[in-house]
T-cell receptor, first 115, second 111 residues
Framework: DSGVTQTPKHLITATGQRVTLRCSPRSGDLSVYWYQQSLDQGLQFLIQ???????AKGNILERFSAQQFPDLHSELNLSSLELGDSALYFC??????????????FGPGTRLTVT | DAKTTQPPSMDCAEGRAANLPCNHSTISGNEYVYWYRQIHSQGPQYIIH???NNETNEMASLIITEDRKSSTLILPHATLRDTAVYYC????????????FGQGTTLQVKP
């Protein structure tokens, strides 16, 4: 158990809908990262928040947005869903938000299926 | 960021050491080498990281060549539960910490 929790575990929804994925980082970790893993793209970095502020952005679609709240939990919002958004979405957390000396701890993921 | 090259797959006998190579010939002096693994559809798991020196923890050892152009992750006594995709990732110290995953090496531990 990494200490990172994600809800829900599974989500099935229809095209055009909007969903929210939730992540609670490990106690004491200030950074939260979101990753997407699909069969054809592999693991891709989406976005990072550090202590409530956006710190880095990856290949995140404009239809996707995220935020980190004062209690440090984070939410990833996916809207106007398409079939291609079906994937595993992982959240990770780390102590720091700058520098390469902090390991990341990953949650179990949310499996999103868009039908 | 430095690119890494890993063999797509490897086999290892249970109980033997698994040696997973990674080539990062364009690595810069301030870039760290990280190893993560992902056991089938679970969240990736941090294994070990290093900058210049060899490192060892309860999971594995990391051997970095003197010129830092390649490294080897060693699982000393592989078990069936070590079957996973292993990712070697190079991260600059100036990075925010985001991980850029390649294709990794699929390690199959066989009885």
């Amino acid at each position: 158990d990494s200490g990172v929790t994600q809800t829900p575990k599974h989500l099935i929804t229809a095209t055009g809908q909007r969903v929210t994925l939730r992540c609670s980082p490990r106690s004491g970790d200030l950074s939260v990262y979101w990753y997407q893993q699909s069969l054809d793209q592999g693991l891709q970095f989406l976005i990072q928040y550090y202590n409530g502020e956006e710190r880095a952005k990856g290949n995140i679609l404009e239809r996707f947005s995220a935020q980190q709240f004062p209690d440090l939990h984070s939410e990833l919002n996916l809207s106007s869903l398409e079939l291609g958004d079906s994937a595993l979405y992982f959240c990770a957390s780390s102590v720091g938000g700058q520098g390469a000396s902090y390991e990341q701890y990953f949650g179990p993921g949310t499996r999103l299926t868009v039908t | 960021d430095a690119k890494t090259t890993q063999p797509p797959s490897m086999d290892c006998a249970e109980g033997r050491a698994a040696n997973l190579p990674c080539n990062h010939s364009t690595i810069s002096g301030n870039e760290y080498v990280y190893w993560y693994r992902q056991i089938h559809s679970q969240g990736p798991q941090y294994i070990i990281h290093g900058l210049k020196n060899n490192e060892t923890n309860e999971m594995a050892s990391l051997i970095i060549t003197e010129d830092r152009k390649s490294s080897t992750l060693i699982l000393p006594h592989a078990t069936l539960r070590d079957t996973a995709v292993y990712y070697c990732i190079v991260i600059p110290s100036s990075n925010t910490g985001k991980l850029i995953f390649g294709q990794g090496t699929t390690l199959q531990v066989k009885p």
